[in-house]
């Protein structure tokens, strides 16, 4: 079991840049594979982005793709979100998430940061 804790987010303009973490408080998140999903207001929350345990292999959502990357440092036990060239269709809370491979279901989440990108 372990306990997720998102932060970094903020209010940035389009352009901009933001790193989110997320830090695991009880627990490790190495025999983990992490996840970043995100939730706009009114909007169904959605895959951003997912990084392998070893940190091996990346997939990204095609709105991210190009913008978005994802790594983890398991002996800090915190994975990152870094978002460059932030769009105002990026605004949404934003959720990481821990599964067991090989199961693709998340079950664990921490509680969100806010992101919210102006034009």
């Known amino acids: 079991q372990v306990q997720l804790a998102e932060s970094g987010g903020g209010l940035v303009q389009a352009g901009g840049s933001l790193r989110l973490s997320c830090a695991a408080s009880?627990?490790?998140?190495?025999?983990?594979?992490m996840g970043w999903f995100r939730q706009a207001p009114g909007k169904e929350r959605e895959f951003v982005a997912t990084i392998s345990w070893r940190g091996s292999t990346t997939y990204f959502s095609d709105s991210v793709k190009g913008r978005f990357t994802i790594s983890r440092d398991n002996t800090k036990n915190t994975v990152y979100l870094q978002m460059n060239n932030l769009k105002p269709e990026d605004t949404a809370v934003y959720y990481c998430?821990?599964?067991?491979?090989?199961?693709?279901?998340?079950?664990?989440w921490g509680q969100g940061t806010q992101v919210t990108v102006s034009s």
């Open positions: 998430a821990a599964t067991v491979p090989p199961s693709e279901k998340y079950d664990y």
């Open positions: 009880e627990g490790t998140i190495s025999r983990y594979a």
